[in-house]
């Protein structure tokens, strides 16, 4: 039989390497076991801190979506509340006979695609200002 191959002698030091001791053969197969609860417990708080910090960074990040959203409706509410008189006021005089070409129109159409772009420019410039997700201060 062929005892080389298997590593069978009868010596319990035959196998080991220069510095290894019985008692570090004996920690690593109580750690192999399951039988180290030091080694045990250190895996589990990493684990734990870990997947704690995952956890945060999703409620945070749905926490920002929520509130992005939120801003962006509001966005919307308050440009139809303040656009309003004015397109009210162009589709009266354009339903009474004048027409798109005169004066008020005019005006009116103009207020209105300068009161949107200002609104679309500040909109870009908050974005602009605001941290990217992840670099939270």
Known sequence: MNRSFLNLSD?????RRAGDSPQADQQLIDALSGL???ADLAIVQRT????????????ASEVRRRRQAGIALLAFVALAVFLTPAIWSVADDLFSGEHFQDMPAMTMSLIVTLFSAI???????????RPQDGEES
């Open 48 to 59: 734990r801190r870990s997947v704690m910090a995952a956890a945060y960074q999703m409620r």
């Open 36 to 38: 180290n609860a030091a």
């Open 11 to 15: 010596d319990p030091a035959a196998g």
């Open 119 to 129: 609104f679309a420019a500040l909109i870009v410039h908050v974005r602009s200002r």
